[in-house]
């Protein structure tokens, strides 16, 4: 199985600045067809979970364009450009490239 | 705005079979471009998948649980089904319905249940 490895488990952010969590994989997300199937979920308090950003980058419909993702290959990154308190919640990578899919173990953004 | 929702048990005996449904309202389940997937989430494993099936009855599942998973379809309910046997206190969980986009220029997790906690234990 790949193993998503998130970093840091913990984020304690100042509202309005930036925060950023990486997400490492242990085998390279590029599938044969040549997509990157790596996602970004957000977990907030009492909501559904919610699809952040897929294929790395693309932000799901109604997602503020302050999210943002990057990377290639093993190594990626969400970033909050400024956070605002209803981004609270623990955020999750994923991947679909290769079966079984498999998550990060979370990275939990919380306001200092 | 596509919703779903988990329903069954809340408290499963050890070594008995988990029944669980997803309610899908606001879309159609019998869409080729998607499937239906389980997740679950426990303290110990974090965010497992545990298995979809797609609108035409074909499924796919995680390789540490396929020898006790069945996932089913009902078209006519728009709902999917999952049953999980001889349950362990290993699988105290909360269990997600979600769907997946399995277009190639998306593949995600794009609309999720709120999620229902089972816990296995006498």
């Known amino acids: 199985d790949i193993v998503m490895t998130q970093t840091p488990l913990s984020s304690p952010v100042t509202l309005g600045q930036p925060a950023s969590i990486s997400c490492r994989s242990s085998q390279s997300l590029v599938h044969s067809n040549g997509n990157t199937y790596l996602s970004w979920l957000q977990q907030r308090p009492g909501q559904p979970i919610r699809l952040l950003i897929y294929r790395i980058s693309n932000r799901f419909s109604g997602v503020p364009d302050r999210f943002s993702g990057s990377g290639a290959g093993t190594e990626f990154t969400l970033k909050i450009s400024r956070v605002e308190a209803e981004d609270v919640g623990v955020y999750y990578c994923?991947?679909?490239?290769?079966?079984?899919?498999?998550f990060g173990q979370g990275t939990k953004v919380e306001i200092k | 705005q596509l919703h779903l929702q988990e329903s069954g048990p809340g408290l499963v005996k050890p070594s008995e079979t988990l029944s669980l449904t997803c309610s899908v309202s606001?879309?159609?389940?019998?869409?080729?471009?998607?499937?239906w997937a389980w997740i679950r989430q426990s303290p110990g494993k974090g965010l497992e998948w545990i298995g979809s099936i797609h609108y035409n009855g074909s499924t796919y599942f995680n390789p540490s649980l396929k020898n006790r998973l069945a996932i089913s379809v009902d078209t006519s309910k728009n709902r999917f089904s999952l049953k999980l046997n001889s349950m362990t206190a290993a699988d105290t969980a909360v269990y997600y319905c979600?769907?997946?986009?399995?277009?190639?220029?998306?593949?995600?997790?794009?609309?999720w249940g709120q999620g229902t906690l089972v816990t296995v234990s006498s």
């Open positions: 979600a769907r997946e986009d399995v277009d190639p220029a998306t593949l995600c997790f794009d609309y």
């Open positions: 994923m991947q679909a490239t290769q079966f079984p899919w498999t």
């Open positions: 606001g879309g159609s389940i019998n869409r080729r471009s998607y499937s």
